[in-house]
């Protein structure tokens, strides 16, 4: 069985969950919390499996792949069906300069070890830590609403079933709800509040993992 090593509060972590569930593959959940303890992604043992200390990483077997975008293109190759990636080739590069845009861009800024540094090494209190995160936020959100609003209306980012590209947006939505960034997002919206009624998408929810919430 493949094992993802996850945070439940991780959007990178959640958006791997999003693609196993919805191509129905068993897996199973290895928690690594990112705060206890000065966080568990630094431990040696971690540290030999994965030498960038970061989640998620996913292991099959005797092969390890860290990085979300790479799992997902590995899970998408491994098991191509039901297809979560357009078949158009430019629709294709459509999809993954939207994955880019929010997991290279957007999301970077929120990470822990980023938030962290920002604390520690320069000094910047929290709400300027905010303030910073939340235009970063918006101003990436923005961007990606721009441009599903110059394409034909959907259901999904791509087209009427999910894509890969939605397991990105869904968790970059909600961090966006947590941090507090503000914007008019009316397209992105309406597809989250459709993903969100998928059973796939509902099963990786951080509130339905095993170590979601523990201190």
């Given amino acids: 069985m493949l094992q993802l090593y996850s945070y439940w509060r991780s959007s990178c972590s959640w958006r791997v969950r999003c693609a196993l569930n919805l191509k129905g593959m068993d897996y199973e959940i290895v928690p690594v919390h990112l705060l206890r303890d000065g966080g568990e992604q630094h431990r040696p043992g971690y540290r030999a499996l994965n030498p960038q200390g970061l989640v998620p990483l996913l292991v099959d077997g005797g092969f390890r792949l860290g990085q979300s975008l790479a799992i997902l293109q590995y899970l998408e190759a491994r098991n191509p069906a039901p297809a979560l990636v357009p078949t158009d080739p430019q629709e294709a590069a459509r999809m993954w300069a939207l994955c880019q845009a929010i997991a290279c861009e957007i999301q970077p800024l929120q990470n822990t070890r980023v938030l962290q ?17 939340r235009h970063w936020i918006a101003a990436g959100l923005n961007a990606v609403e721009e441009s599903l609003r110059s394409r034909p209306q959907t259901m999904f ?47 990786a929810h951080p509130e339905r993992q095993p170590d979601a919430g523990k201190p």
């Fill in 157 to 203: 980012s791509f087209g009427d079933s999910p894509s890969l590209a939605d397991c990105c947006l869904v968790p970059q939505l909600a961090s966006a709800d947590r941090f507090g960034a503000q914007g008019d997002w009316p397209r992105l919206r309406a597809v989250a509040l459709r993903c969100a009624a998928l059973p796939a998408f509902a099963a």
């Fill in 117 to 133: 540094y920002l604390a520690g090494e320069l000094g910047l209190d929290e709400p300027r830590r905010s303030a910073w995160l």
